[in-house]
């Protein structure tokens, strides 16, 4: 038997939740800090689990749904620049307009711990299981992006 919308819906709420906790843990136990590129994952998860959360509350699946699928999709737009950061030595995000701008924005400010970005983009290459980080990040915005999609696509149970 499939899983409701709702069920997933709540799924993809925890999924996007657990990975900001992983992100956490990497910043203040492994003392890895997020650079700009890191720190716009990390609003990109928040906006889909906060969008799945309430479209799954709401009864809302369409409206929460389109809005965690462009959460997603500005989330690959995200990773895929960092991941060419990465693979091109000397392109760089470090200490930029970009890292300026994000650590102004009042969620920065006053949550610093979650959203202030001191890292560099192309020193994200510590990896976990075999990934650099932002390979992670990008096989999650891929799986995402794939579950937003079918509920989307589906058939509607009566």
């Known amino acids: 038997m499939l899983p409701t919308t709702r069920q997933i819906l709540f799924a993809i709420s925890s999924i996007c939740f657990a990975l900001i906790a992983v992100a956490l843990y990497l910043q203040h136990i492994q003392q890895m800090?997020?650079?700009p590129l890191c720190v716009i994952q990390r609003y990109m998860f928040l906006a889909i689990g906060v969008a799945t959360l309430v479209s799954a509350i709401?009864?809302?699946v369409r409206e929460g749904t389109i809005l965690a699928l462009l959460a997603a999709l500005g989330g690959l737009y995200a990773v895929g620049k960092h991941l060419y950061v990465i693979a091109n030595p000397g392109f760089s995000c470090g200490i930029d307009p970009m890292e300026t701008f994000l650590n102004k924005i009042p969620t920065a400010?006053?949550?610093?711990?979650?959203f202030r970005a001191d890292?560099?983009?192309?020193?994200?290459?510590?990896?976990?299981?075999?990934l650099a980080i932002p390979q992670w990040s990008a096989v999650w915005f891929v799986v995402l992006t794939a579950l937003l999609t079918f509920v989307l696509v589906r058939k509607p149970r009566p």
């Open 33 to 35: 800090q997020p650079c």
């Open 58 to 60: 709401s009864g809302k």
């Open 109 to 114: 400010e006053y949550l610093p711990w979650l």
């Open 119 to 130: 890292g560099l983009c192309e020193g994200a290459t510590d990896s976990l299981m075999g």
